[in-house]
C-alpha cells in the first residue's frame, strides 16, 4: 500500500485552486503522465471520470466516482481500474484573504505486484509533487494572485 500526504499554501483563493483541480477534462494538458480524461457523467455533486495515464511504457486506465463539497473537498474513489485499493482526497483551506492551503492524500495498491515497483517509483517521481503541476497550471491561465 502506498500513501502520499503533500499540502502547500498558495497566494490564490482557494475557490480558483478548487476549479483547477475539479476541471478533469484538463488533465491531459498539463499532468505528464495523464494522456487522456474526461468527465463521463455528471449528476449533482458526483462526477464519473475516466483518465488514462501512461509512465516508462505501461499504460493504465481507470474510472472514478468524484465526490464533490463545492470549494472544500473532493473525495476520489475507484470504480474500476488496476488497483485493489484507490482513493484520494483534496481538501481545500481559505488560510487568510490572500492565502489558501491545499491538501492532497493518497492511498492505492495496484492488483499487480510486478506493476507495484513501477506505481511506486511513478508516484515518487510525479504525485509526490501533484499540487505543484496544479499550481502551474494557476500561473499559466494567469489567475488573479494576491
Request: hydrophobic share 40%; with cysteine.
Amino acid at each position: 500500500m502506498t500513501y502520499i500526504i503533500r499540502c502547500i499554501n498558495l497566494p490564490y483563493e482557494k475557490k480558483q485552486i478548487f476549479e483547477i483541480v475539479n476541471n478533469v477534462d484538463r488533465y491531459s494538458k498539463f499532468l505528464p503522465w495523464c494522456t487522456f480524461s474526461k468527465v463521463l457523467k455528471k449528476h449533482n455533486n458526483i462526477l464519473i471520470c475516466e483518465t488514462q495515464c501512461s509512465f516508462l511504457g505501461i499504460k493504465e486506465s481507470f474510472i472514478t466516482k468524484n465526490t464533490i463539497s463545492k470549494n472544500t473537498k473532493i473525495v476520489i474513489n475507484l470504480i474500476s481500474g488496476s488497483f485493489n485499493y484507490f482513493l484520494a482526497t483534496w481538501n481545500f483551506y481559505s488560510l487568510s484573504k490572500n492565502t489558501s492551503q491545499i491538501k492532497f492524500e493518497l492511498t492505492c495498491e495496484s492488483k499487480y505486484k510486478h506493476i507495484n515497483i513501477a506505481t511506486k517509483f511513478f508516484l515518487k517521481k510525479y504525485i509526490n509533487n501533484v499540487i505543484y503541476f496544479f499550481l502551474e497550471e494557476a500561473k499559466k491561465i494567469n489567475i488573479k494572485k494576491f
